[in-house]
């Protein structure tokens, strides 16, 4: 197998971050479009990280520099943790609206993911095996957890940006990283979602839809 070189351009003159970026970029959705093909054809127990790596034309160690495991590769970004700088531009960003600051984080996050319709469809029906599902659950749950450590860190460092000061920062942080959990979700697997439309407005667009939706709720 000849590798794919993502890394060639640090040898050209006249190289920039961005054409670097670009191709980072494309080498990483080549690995999701070939593990998602990979799985969707035959299941995920039985589809190897060699096989993704000979599918995408790319070696285990440039597989590991962008994947953790074979799980994150299927799944996408959204079962990734933030990296350390992530999590440091959160906490020290100048912003005044938390939820606004977190929709932001979790749209960079998210726009480094293949965005395109087939890997979409692909993970929808990968997700419909039940093993899959549990595990997709398992990295959610995960994920959930420690943004709502991250703005529980940040409402006690900044206690001034707590909508509902007599709360305690962590029951705040429950709500606000609930809020943001279940429209994330929607954003991402709603069945009229247009995959067109940058992560960004596409949460922006559930999170309207969930406020006025549960305007109306009485119980």
């Known amino acids: 197998m000849q590798e794919v070189n993502d890394n060639e351009e640090d040898s050209l003159p006249g190289s920039d ?12 959705h080549r690995i999701e479009d070939a593990a998602t093909r990979l799985v969707d054809e ?30 994150s590769a299927v799944i996408g970004a959204s079962s990734e943790p933030l990296t350390e700088k992530q999590r440091n531009d959160f906490l020290n960003a100048d912003a005044s609206n938390i939820l606004q600051l977190m929709v932001e984080q979790i749209k960079q996050h998210l726009e480094s993911s293949h965005q395109s319709q087939a890997i979409h469809d692909r993970r929808q029906r990968i997700f419909a095996d039940p093993d899959v599902a549990v595990r997709a659950m398992a990295f959610r749950k995960e994920r959930s957890r420690e943004t709502m450590e991250l703005i529980a860190q940040r ?11 007599e709360l305690d920062p962590g029951t705040e942080a429950m709500l606000l990283s609930g809020f943001i959990r279940e429209a994330t979700w929607m954003a991402m697997s709603r069945p009229d979602r247009d995959c067109a439309l940058p992560m960004g407005d596409r949460i922006y667009r559930a999170m309207e839809l969930f ?5 109306g709720l009485e119980w």
């Open 42 to 71: 035959s299941s995920f127990d039985k589809v190897t990280i060699e096989e993704i790596c000979e599918a995408a034309g790319i070696s285990r160690r440039t597989f590991f520099n962008y994947f953790s495991t074979k799980e």
């Open 155 to 165: 409402l006690r460092e900044h206690p001034e940006e707590q909508r509902a000061p």
């Open 17 to 28: 971050l961005g054409l670097r970026e670009q191709k980072r970029l494309a080498t990483k």
């Open 211 to 215: 406020k006025n939706y549960t305007k």
